[in-house]
Nanobody
């Protein structure tokens, strides 16, 4: 079992920045691929970014490429999402997810563990 707890969400103006954190506990964090997803009201959960267990493979959704950066500190069992140049359309609940096996995938159905989510609201 892996427990995930997100933090760092909040209200920010368009053009601003936020950094989300996801603290993991339980099984060996470093053996899991990690990802961020988001879900806006009335919409399906969508992929944001993912990073392999070794950190060597990174994937971003086109909508956030160049603005968001995913990183992980295996020594601290923590995943991060640095979000810059935020837009109102980035408003959503952001979820951290873990996938055993380590491969980077974009489908939320393939992730085994989820955090409770943290709200990000970007005002125009």
């Amino acid at each position: 079992q892996v427990q995930l707890v997100e933090s760092g969400g909040g209200l920010v103006q368009a053009g601003g920045s936020l950094r989300l954190s996801c603290a993991a506990s339980g099984r060996t964090f470093s053996s899991y691929a990690m990802a961020w997803f988001r879900q806006a009201p009335g919409k399906e959960r969508e992929f944001v970014a993912a990073k392999s267990w070794s950190g060597g493979i990174i994937s971003y959704a086109d909508s956030v490429k160049g603005r968001f950066t995913i990183s992980r500190d295996n020594a601290k069992n923590t995943l991060y999402l640095q979000m810059n140049s935020l837009k109102p359309e980035d408003t959503a609940v952001y979820y951290c997810a873990a996938r055993s096996g380590g491969a980077v995938v974009r489908s939320y159905t393939l992730f085994d563990y989820w955090g409770q989510g943290t709200q990000v609201t970007v005002s125009s």
